[in-house]
């Protein structure tokens, strides 16, 4: 029997917008891309605008969890796990372009391709702007979220230097949940919200054997080669980062210096890399604005 998906305790301390947020119950489905299982998340009603949310490496859908259902009256949002990540599938070799085809599948499955905005946070903005390659008509407004933009010899230097080097591919796994829990650690860390941050511990553990392990693979960055070069220039992008987060000034210019309107970009005083688990109603005001213009472009299109 699959197992119930965890988070749904809310700490004490959660203010009543987190609560309502999360205790809102979405679709849980999946479907089936190169031959691997993806499994996603869908808020509001299918047909409507489409808003997709794409997690960072060693995430989960479920970090949409509190962001997703203040746009589900006006959209249909969807969340999804990366192959590797969550509840989906793993693979033998992971590729940015797989995961750009993962999230048009999803999409177009869920029913939220329509006039949609893609929102990825790291390592799922990059694969955002992989998607805006390969599939220009699904992603056409791209928000990027303190996304670490680099070339393949910034690439390498992270890949040599991962701490799991020569370890095998199986996670660790832990003689409880609890146990797992007091090793969850957000990479790199900084003051994020408790109770955000326990709600998305909470659901990124998952039982295996008589043991608790991380719900990702953790060799999915190891073989990454195809990183995506810079949107469309026809692209709208908006970059929201942290003062304190892995996006830099340059990464931010190498983004946004070639495109035909110029970019939003937003940095949030005091927050670090992991934005929706620190400033998450910053980043929804960026979101909403976002959502509102393309609205509106959408009701008066002009050319």
């Known amino acids: 029997m699959k197992e119930m998906p965890m988070g749904t305790d809310v700490a004490e301390d959660a203010p009543d917008w987190f609560r309502t947020a999360v205790a809102i119950t979405p679709e849980h489905s999946s479907t089936t891309v190169d031959g691997a299982r993806i499994t996603f998340r869908s808020w509001g009603e299918r047909g409507a605008p489409g808003l ?10 479920g970090w949409w969890d509190h962001i997703a259902p203040r746009y589900a009256g006006s959209r249909r949002v969807v969340a999804l796990d990366l192959s590797g ?9 992971y590729r940015i372009a797989t995961w750009a085809d993962e999230v048009a599948a999803v999409a177009d499955v869920a029913g939220a391709a329509d006039d949609a905005v893609l929102v990825g946070h790291s390592l799922g903005g990059l694969v955002g702007i992989r998607a ?3 599939h220009p008509d699904l992603v056409r407004d791209l928000v990027l ?3 670490r933009i680099l070339d393949a ?3 390498a230097e992270i890949q040599r230097n991962q701490p799991h080097e020569g370890i095998p591919r199986r996670n660790k796994t832990y003689p409880t949940l609890e146990a797992a829990l007091d090793r969850f650690r957000l ?18 553990a998952v039982r295996d054997g008589d043991g608790w392990r991380w719900k990702f693979d953790r060799g999915f960055a190891d073989e990454l080669r195809d990183l995506p070069p810079r949107p469309p220039k026809s692209v709208r992008l908006s970059v929201v980062h942290g003062e304190h987060g892995v996006m830099t000034p340059a990464m931010v210019e190498q983004v946004t210096g070639h495109l035909d309107e110029p970019a939003r970009v937003v940095e949030l005083p005091g927050a670090g890399h992991h934005v929706m688990l620190e400033e998450p109603l910053a980043l929804m005001d960026v979101i909403d604005e976002v959502l509102a213009e393309r609205s509106a472009r959408s009701q008066n299109p002009v050319g």
């Open 52 to 61: 997709i949310l794409v997690h960072g490496g060693a995430a989960h859908a």
């Open 85 to 93: 990540h969550g509840d989906s599938d793993w693979r033998d070799t």
């Open 132 to 134: 805006s390659i390969a």
């Open 153 to 155: 010899a910034g690439l």
């Open 145 to 147: 979220v303190d996304s």
């Open 187 to 204: 990479v790199p860390d900084h003051a994020s919200l408790d109770y955000a941050r326990a709600y998305v511990a909470r659901q990124s």
